[in-house]
């Protein structure tokens, strides 16, 4: 048993973490609702591309879309039942994907991947790349190409901090499946080769770190409560005390990271066969009736999520899908689930602020709490002014995480976060 | 349904603009309330003409730019009402009305408002407008300066000088006073606001726990005017609290040396910009031997952008100036 205390995060906020809402509510299984609309892009890279037709029967957990390119991935259907056709509807941020249709027979009749016959480091990545496992914190990287690093890693940081407010969903996994995800950590070490295998979980935990205390091959970091603690560079930091060099990935300083979510869902791949059709959502706020945590399925209507929460109340003023830092706001909820969607929150007026900004007054906040010691401020001024090269050689905009802090402190209500991104965009266009 | 539809982040930090502002005025009050007591109706009269003139100026202003009255009193921050004050504490209680009321209007529309208004001004208002007093009026500046009505005075200190001068051109030996007496400011005489160093440093505290300024910018500021007087002073550490309890640096210190628009953006370069000013307020007030913290203000004020450009933080994994200067030295060593 190793436990030992993160690194010390100087900089970062400390939130009201809110996760009392929805903590000790065990999950859920969540009925698939009679139609299902499964994205081809719930990833970062080229959409897949689409292996059957209109009218076709397909099983649960059968091939529907197969990933186009390296930086791309398989996409399953969740339910058994016939494919209605094709659609392109707006996701939370208002981009335009496109999705399949399946109308649900209700009879859930399952066809598992084929039986790996044996565990080594290639047949568990390439298990991994058949089962279409992307990165479930948000990102949505395949994680077979994250666990093949051009530099040989000698370290596997687990994210168990959990640091966006109200989100619980990896916390009950860690409760309640905890030896499953310590096996999937054990195949995701064994794909990438390494011995060392640090988890670091938030101090607001204390039960996850007593679990996961009692495996032998654990290292466990206890995180100081902060935001942004799950942030790759910060949660290595603070785990291994290596700097990520600026512009620099995270496998340059021999570390490779995951969560949990990604962890349990090579679990199920590797050992039960069962490619990545689900996962648990946090529907959490103080606008929902019943808080919970739901095993849903792909491809399932936010509204019927609601729905079966027990609907929102009257007080709502804002829908968000994801984490309230870095979430987009929903315009509606006539939106489908996929495979980095970590919850759906509801918030009440006096949980969500959303007063105009006014002129900044250059107090220094933002640069104080910024996790990447940049000056957001300066940013956010160059960036008003359309002088995008000094945004960057005063700001440092490239080092940029979008993590919100600066937004977050901001008394003059400014959309520093906003400017930051439009700034990148700018940059990145001009080459 | 309705929904509001906003950016990322959706929880905000509770304070804003305005509540900061409001704290600051709230650390005003005890140095308010200190000179009206020590210098009677008078200074109330002139901490009022100020405050309204500046308030006025901004509302007129705004009308100028054909904004509705309305928008004007919704995004009202405060910030022209501390202006106001400052200035107001910052005179004597004697100077006729139209001192306050014309060196409000000239730090509210000219300092503020024609750069921008609020957070665009590249010196502070409040000590703009007390330099312009200054300036445009000096012979009412400085030869009225009221006694305060506590304390034992009489023909200590010669006619038209304040404490600080007097140490200043004759020595501390020259003082007549205690360190106690600056401290509460019982006989002295001064501005409105700059006598009473208790109810500073009460506000000073009040910044410091509501976390508007770090309780550290002041006491840099501070201890540099200390330890540069005493250094200039032949290591006379009899000059030590006499230098920082006279004069207007307490009162420059707190309130206005710290205020956010004219100060630089990433701490290191705060730490270095006040103790720029310090130094920079012992050495000029040695030379000239007048009060100088205003000016002082105003001109560190228009080096910000130095500051800003030379004091940038260490973006997180970049090398660190330890480890450049080590990767320095070793080339060094392989040639």
Known sequence: MKIRKGKFLSR??????????????????????????ISLGQHIGKPAVPVVKEGDFVYQGQLIAQADGVVSANVYSSVSGTVEGFEKRPVANGAIKDYILIRNDGNYMYRPLDPLPDRNKETVIARIREAGI?????????????????????????????????????????????????????????????TKIVVGIEKNKPDCIEKFASYEDFEIVVLRKAYPMGSEKHLIYSCTGRKVPVGKLPSDVGCVVNNIATAYAVYEAVELDKPLFERVMTVSGKAIVHPANLLVKNGTRFDDIITHCGGLRDTTAMLVSGGPMMGPCMISTDLYSGKTDSGILALDSSETDSRNPSPCINCGACAEVCPMHLLPMMIDFYTQARDYQKAREVGGVDNCISCGCCSYVCPARRAIVQSITLCKQKLASKG | MNVIISDTPHVRKRRTTKNIMLDVIIALIPAVIAGIVFFGYKAAVVLIISVASSVATEFVYSLCLKKKPADFVRNFDFTSVITGLLLGLSLSSTVPWYVPLLSAVFAVAVVKMLFGGTGKNIVNPAVCGRVFAFIAFQAVMISGWADAVFGPVEGSIKAGATVLTSVLSEGVSAMGLTNLDLFLGTGLQGCIGETCKLALLIGWIYLGIRKVIRWEYPLIILLCTAFTTVFLNKADFAYFLPSILSGGIFLGAVFMATDY???????????????????????????????????????????????????????????????????????????
């Open chain 1, 12 to 37: 970062g906020i400390r939130l009201h973490d809110m996760k009392f809402l929805a903590k000790d509510i065990p999950i859920e299984v969540m009925p698939a609702p009679e139609i299902i609309s």
């Open chain 1, 134 to 194: 992307v990165g479930m914190g948000g990102a949505g990287f395949p994680t077979a190409v994250k666990l093949a690093p051009k530099q040989t890693p000698d370290t596997l940081v687990i994210n168990g901090a959990e640091c966006e407010p109200y989100l619980t969903c990896d916390y009950r996994l860690m409760v309640e499946k905890t030896d499953e995800v310590a096996q999937g950590i054990r195949l995701i070490a064994k794909a990438l080769g390494v």
């Open chain 2, 261 to 335: 628009v004219t100060s630089p953006s990433s701490r290191v370069a705060k730490y270095v910009y006040y103790a720029c000013l310090g130094i920079l307020v012992a050495v000029l007030r040695h030379a000239t031997k007048i009060e100088v913290v205003s000016f002082v203000i105003l001109l560190m004020n228009l080096t910000v952008p130095i500051f800003n450009r030379i004091f940038r933080p260490v973006i997180f994994g970049a090398p660190s100036i330890k480890e450049k200067l080590k990767a320095r030295a070793a080339k060094k060593e392989a040639k």
